[in-house]
């Protein structure tokens, strides 16, 4: 069976880290894109940013540039977000999917189950 389990989320300051992570089973990470959404409590999931299979193209919605990063380490089959100066509108449950930008909020793919993170003082 093709899962992928997120984890890292918690509460932060503003201003704070978290590193999310990733891990696909069932199925061989290297051969994917693979992206980060969120979905804030009430509104709709949202792209934050994708990558290609071998971690050289990167993309990132404009409000996290500079602030996330997204990497990946293809021989343990895991997927990353680094997460810096954390502000409270990034408040979300963060989700890890295969595939490559906005297209897959519409599209039937594979999505983990979802870590939570709340920045809050």
């Known amino acids: 069976e093709e899962q992928l389990v997120e984890s890292g989320g918690g509460m932060v300051q503003p201003g704070g880290s978290l590193r999310l992570s990733c891990v696909a089973s069932?199925?061989?990470?290297?051969?994917?894109?693979m992206s980060w959404v969120r979905q804030a409590s009430g509104k709709g999931p949202e792209w934050v940013s994708s990558?290609?299979?071998?971690?050289?193209?990167?993309a990132y919605a404009n409000f996290v540039k500079g602030r996330f990063t997204i990497s990946r380490d293809n021989a343990k089959n895991a997927l990353y977000l680094e997460m810096n100066n954390l502000e409270p509108e990034d408040t979300a449950l963060y989700y890890c999917?295969?595939?490559?930008?906005?297209?897959?909020?519409?599209?039937?793919?594979?999505w983990g189950q979802g870590t939570q993170v709340t920045v809050s003082t």
């Open positions: 999917a295969r595939g490559w930008g906005e297209l897959i909020l519409v599209q039937s793919g594979l």
């Open positions: 069932g199925f061989t990470l290297s051969t994917f894109d």
């Open positions: 990558i290609d299979p071998n971690g050289l193209g990167t």
